[in-house]
């Protein structure tokens, strides 16, 4: 993985900000402090947005989004993601692999990774098996794992048809985004320590029941992060 200067993120990043700041209700709130090294932050998926305020948030180290590989096919957004070094999400089993070397590659130099545990967005009442993706990157990658969960009215999310072109087809999802001046919250929990578990092997079982504890901190953060709406 080509790594651009991070001189580039840091410019991206204060646009973004403002952006954010203006369209959204933005309230945040830390439970812990971050601790050093390598992270893995475990967030959950209501709208196609939840990267953005833990990007513009966490400041003391390079951070890394898994972004879906279709949203590369959009030119400005995948130049974008290139120069803010951000990572290509693979779903096919034959590309796999490379999202996870650059992710382990990035975690190698003391940076961080994003990504859902749940794996694809979910509506926020709804319930999904956890992935065990990010308890494999946390271990593999020597990383400390971070809940955050964010929380959006249902009623705040609008659906919009997205059109793009991959791998030479056509397709139509339907994307969800927050509407304008949307409560949004962002609860960061305390990290999840697993340095137990480096470099020993780890059963599948293990690896799920991992999994359903971060997932399990990652919602009720959520409704933590409800709360932050409910005070003056």
Do not use: C
């Amino acid at each position: 993985m080509k790594l651009y200067p991070r001189v580039f993120a840091k410019v991206l990043r204060i646009p973004l900000w403002v952006f954010l700041h203006f369209y959204l209700r933005l309230r945040f709130g830390v439970k812990g402090e971050f601790p050093p090294g390598p992270k893995v932050f475990a967030v959950n998926h209501p709208t196609v947005w939840d990267a953005f305020p833990i990007l513009v948030y966490v400041r003391e180290k390079p951070l890394h989004v898994l972004v879906e590989e279709q949203v590369w096919s959009f030119a400005v957004p995948a130049f974008l993601f290139r120069l803010a070094n951000q990572i290509v999400l693979y779903r096919s089993s034959e590309e796999s692999w490379k999202t996870i070397e650059d992710a382990l590659f990035v975690l190698s130099r003391g940076h961080s990774i994003l990504i859902a545990p749940e794996g694809e967005r979910t509506a926020p009442d709804a319930r999904v098996r956890a992935r065990r993706g990010v308890v494999r990157l946390a271990l593999d990658g020597k990383a400390t794992i971070v809940p955050v969960g964010v929380w959006i009215d249902e009623r705040d999310i609008v659906m919009k048809p997205v059109q793009y072109t991959h791998g030479g087809q056509e397709y139509t999802v339907e994307s969800y985004f927050p509407r304008f001046r949307a409560r949004y919250g962002v609860m960061f929990g305390e990290p999840i320590v697993l340095d137990q578990y480096f470099g020993k092997p780890v059963s599948r079982e293990r690896y799920q029941k991992l999994a359903n504890l971060v997932l399990e901190r990652v919602r009720a953060l959520s409704e933590e992060a409800r709360g932050l709406f409910t005070g003056p």
